[in-house]
């Protein structure tokens, strides 16, 4: 024989206002510690989530990092951050999907998530803090979008090269070394050298 509770209606209604709220709460997009498990290329990064879910098991994902094409921030497996939802998925934008997403069909909570790093008390000092400091494992690299002039500050010292690359001051360099004499550049033009300060440079 099966009982039946009768509940009275406004009860009812509220319950299942509760569930339908709390279900769209759990397929809200999160916002959670990671770290990067995989580099895919400059721009995309595989995470896992540096929380614990138990009793439930989160799956590493893929996406996107949060910077512009023109600067490329090294980042390697073990680097640590976090991922921030979108309302809408990216894949249109990311080159994961195509198409326009459609604002009423939200993702699901780790579908539409991109990386970005977070400041740490682990990282090195900086040189000047009141400075924009670029530095990477390998040094940094600048250049145009055509690779025609790079310029590359590495441990071995600074190259500028490209096909139609050359470098010109208005001021004097510093050679460091204290040396002396003079050289002849590629364009003949004679370069003096007096206690390590590169002139004649124009």
């Known amino acids: 024989m099966t009982e039946f509770i009768k509940k009275p209606l406004g009860a009812s209604l509220n319950e299942l206002a509760l569930g339908i709220a709390q279900q769209a709460i759990n397929e809200s997009g999160v916002a959670l510690p990671c770290s990067v498990v995989a580099v895919v290329s400059s721009g995309i990064v595989t995470v896992k989530f540096e929380v614990d879910a138990a009793p439930y098991t989160l799956p590493q994902v893929t996406v996107p990092i949060e910077y512009p094409e023109y600067i490329r921030y090294p980042i390697k497996v073990g680097d640590k951050g976090m991922v921030f939802p979108a309302d809408a998925r990216l894949g249109s934008i990311t080159g994961f ?17 991109s990386f970005v790093w977070l400041g740490s008390s682990t990282w090195t000092a900086t040189d000047d803090p009141q400075a924009v400091v670029i530095y990477g494992p390998h040094g940094a690299v600048i250049r145009d ?9 590495a441990p071995s010292g600074v190259t500028v090269s490209g096909v139609a690359g050359s470098l010109t001051t208005t001021g004097n360099l510093s050679a460091g070394n204290g040396a002396s004499g003079t050289f002849t550049a590629a364009t003949g033009q004679v370069i003096t050298v007096q206690d390590g300060i590169i002139t004649n440079i124009y």
């Open 145 to 153: 979008t055509g690779a025609h002039c790079v310029m590359t500050v």
């Open 97 to 113: 999907g195509g198409g326009t997403p459609a604002l009423g069909a939200r993702p699901g909570n780790l579908a539409a998530l």
